[in-house]
């Protein structure tokens, strides 16, 4: 696989460094860090400003699990050897999953599409889920009331807002709309991290969202 071309915004990986995104995003953000040398010295350059800013973080302003988050970073990360980056506890997909993309049983949303919910914290505000799409299928032009994670693993897709290949991430928020379609000749599969459900922009879409539960 070739270094990725799209990464996660800035502030994106900075939220992640202090612990406070949700599991769903921090699994699409810790995968995608696995395969990018580049968001991975971004993340550690963070991560060492993180320790010398966090005398001056207001706790109030966090979540209550968002500070345990810190916590247990602090715990787990800054020892003695700052350094040597530890891997980021918990936030791994293999965690996720009983095997490999292969094994996946995925379940059925509509012609050429599957998924495959996967339960991660904060389950009921943000959703971790694995999606196929066969080749020039794709999910009806929506945007998003909250952030939307999107690793490209296998496969490209194409959505208007550029070309995506495996091991690019989108990071989209509520102001984006598009209309993802695999192309190719593979199906396409994706990690996504959606914090709250898509709104659709057309009838159709509209109308097949209490089906596909997307
Ligand atoms: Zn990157």
Redesign the pocket.
């Known amino acids: 696989m070739s270094s990725?071309h799209h990464?996660?915004k800035p502030e994106t990986l900075a939220e992640y460094a202090a612990g406070r995104l949700d599991e769903a995003r921090s699994v699409v953000i810790a995968s995608?860090i696995e395969i990018?040398p580049?968001?991975a010295a971004e993340l550690s350059a963070y991560e060492s400003l993180g320790g010398a800013l966090l005398e001056d973080t207001e706790p109030a302003a966090m979540r209550d699990d968002a500070l345990e988050n810190v916590l247990a970073r602090i715990g787990a990360n800054v020892t003695p050897a700052q350094s040597d980056a530890a891997p980021k506890p918990a936030s791994a997909l293999s965690a996720f999953m009983d095997g490999g993309l292969d094994d996946i049983k995925w379940q059925w949303v509509a012609p050429g599409v599957h998924q495959h919910v996967m339960k991660a914290q904060g389950y009921r505000d943000s959703v971790l889920r694995l999606v196929k799409f066969a080749p020039g299928k794709g999910v009806p032009v929506h945007s998003h009331k909250g952030e939307e994670l999107t690793l490209l693993m296998r496969g490209a897709y194409r959505d208007g807002l550029g070309e995506w290949r495996a091991g690019d991430?989108s990071d989209l928020d509520q102001d984006h709309t598009h209309e993802p379609i695999a192309i190719g000749s593979e199906p396409c599969i994706c990690l996504i991290a959606t914090a709250a459900p898509l709104e659709f922009k057309t009838m159709l879409g509209k109308a097949l969202q209490p089906f596909v539960r997307l």
């Open positions: 990725p990464h996660p995608h990018c580049r968001c991430l």
